[in-house]
């Protein structure tokens, strides 16, 4: 487990200090760089490539996710590793995608595919991108896979043809366009999937870039990819993750920034909902390009409100839940949060939230690690943070499956163990104090004997 740079900042170890720390690090010794290049290299291979092993289906993602699963569960178990609330939310959202599709459907197949995509991305990386190496790994090998990702896009703008597809021999299944531009998706099922990825891996390269040049260079190619993907909440969520940079950086050193953030955020959400009749429709309507899409997204949001409404706790599975005349009760979906709630009911929808904001909310015994001197953790806590946000906010203008899926779960656990990993700095910083405090006294009181000694 990291110990945030308190032996580079010139602090002696001794005595439950030195064991705790030497613990930590013997948990966060592996850098898992062939996790990494599994994990994200499975990510990004498209979804269409499948396998059928006893009639289930496989992707490449899930075939990654299923070999690590047990190695990565033995490393979360092992000693010195401590739970965090967001573990209990994903396993709560775990049992209730069961619970929910037992009481509506027979489409537990599907279900149990959720949740080997979602729980399984979250608990491999949790188990192996812990301590600063494996988190240095990670975004190394997210670099290349980037890069690739945003190459193949370029290459469907050029050719007008699906490049994976054709060279797999399997058959395009075509290409939407706006503003007469071809929106790409890369490896992905859809354009606004490629972009929110993109969106999102902005985020980490803003942070975890040392030199401009490298920053530039890296932030500049997620930019494109969004360009690429011709979608609007991509676009406004790379606009989101430079600003909160920008914001960042003009404030660094003032504890207050954040707070201030966010109090600026519930300001605006509440003047929203006083001001308009419909706020997420007004929400969802102001995060597109194209008119017509803002009003097909505001349709369905009302549409899907009502049959929530209707089955507000277990949802209706993955079956039909609209007469076959409700043009949007039958038509796509395109929210995670709404699809969630349909199929499995509010109580999942909670679940995952509560997943998402615990995995980043401070607590108490992180607060006097905040400002610590590990300059490099302290910008990834704030990368995952921002990415995390940019999922939940795209989330309202689109679903997430297959990769995209996998991919939140994955930035989910990251941003969990990098809380771990705060809790553990906290604590040893605690037990330093303690410790420095004992010495002292027992220097103080050494001195004072010594001068009873002298004076007879």
């Not at 775990?94 to 959720?114: E, I, K």
């Not at 993109?198 to 494109?224: D, K």
């Not at 309507?285 to 089955?311: C, H, K, M, Q």
């Not at 040893?428 to 410790?435: A, F, G, H, I």
Request: glycine content about 8%; hydrophobic content about 50%; charged content about 10%.
């Amino acid at each position: 487990m990291s110990s945030y740079g308190l032996n580079g900042s010139g602090l002696a170890e001794s005595g439950p200090l030195l064991q705790a720390g030497a613990l930590e690090r013997k948990i966060a010794t592996g850098s898992n760089g062939w996790v990494a290049w599994l994990l994200l290299f499975g990510c990004a291979m498209p979804s269409y490539m499948t396998m059928y092993v006893g009639g289930a289906k496989f992707i490449p993602a899930r075939i990654v996710i299923s070999l690590l699963m047990i190695p990565a569960l033995a490393q979360l178990f092992q000693r010195g590793r401590r739970l965090c609330a967001s573990d209990f939310f994903v396993c709560a959202a775990s049992a209730w995608m069961f619970v929910a599709v037992l009481q509506t459907d027979q489409g537990s197949s599907s279900a149990a595919a959720l949740v080997l995509e979602f729980s399984g991305g979250y608990i491999v990386a949790r188990a192996y991108f812990f301590g600063r190496q494996g988190l240095e790994s990670f975004v190394r090998v997210l670099k290349p896979v980037t890069a690739a990702i945003v190459a193949v896009a370029v290459l469907e703008h050029l050719t007008r043809h699906n490049v994976v597809a054709a060279l797999m021999g399997l058959q395009s299944t075509g290409y939407e366009y706006r503003y007469g531009l071809l929106r790409a998706t890369s490896t992905f099922p859809h354009a606004i999937l490629f972009g929110s990825f993109c969106a999102v891996a902005g985020a980490i390269f803003l942070y975890s870039e040392r030199s401009f040049l490298g920053r530039t260079l890296y932030c500049g190619l997620c930019l494109f990819g969004c360009v690429l993907s011709m979608s609007s909440a991509p676009l406004m969520a790379f606009g989101i993750v430079l600003s909160v940079y920008f914001y960042d950086q003009m404030l660094r050193g003032q504890r207050w920034r954040w707070h201030a953030l966010v109090a600026s955020l519930f300001m605006f959400l509440g003047i929203v909902f006083l001001a308009a009749n419909k706020p997420f429709s007004w929400i969802v309507a102001n995060l597109t390009l194209d008119p017509a899409t803002g009003y097909f997204r505001v349709a369905t949001w009302e549409s899907a409100s009502y049959y929530i409404d209707l089955s507000p706790y277990v949802g209706y599975g993955f079956g039909s839940y609209a007469s076959p005349d409700d043009f949007f009760g039958n038509a796509s979906v395109d929210s995670v949060w709404l699809t969630l709630a349909l199929r499995f009911g509010i109580p999942l929808v909670i679940f995952i939230l509560l997943a998402n904001i615990a995995a980043f909310f401070p607590s108490r015994r992180t607060a006097s690690i905040q400002h610590g001197p590990d300059a490099y953790m302290r910008n990834m806590r704030t990368a995952f943070t921002l990415g995390l946000a940019m999922f939940m906010f795209v989330g309202l203008t689109v679903h997430y499956w297959n990769n995209s899926w996998i991919l939140w779960g994955i930035w989910i656990g990251i941003r969990a163990s990098l809380k771990e990993d705060s809790v553990a700095a906290a604590e040893s910083l605690v037990l330093y104090r303690q410790e420095m405090a004992s010495a002292d006294r027992d220097l103080t009181v050494g001195h004072v004997t010594r001068g009873l000694y002298a004076s007879r």
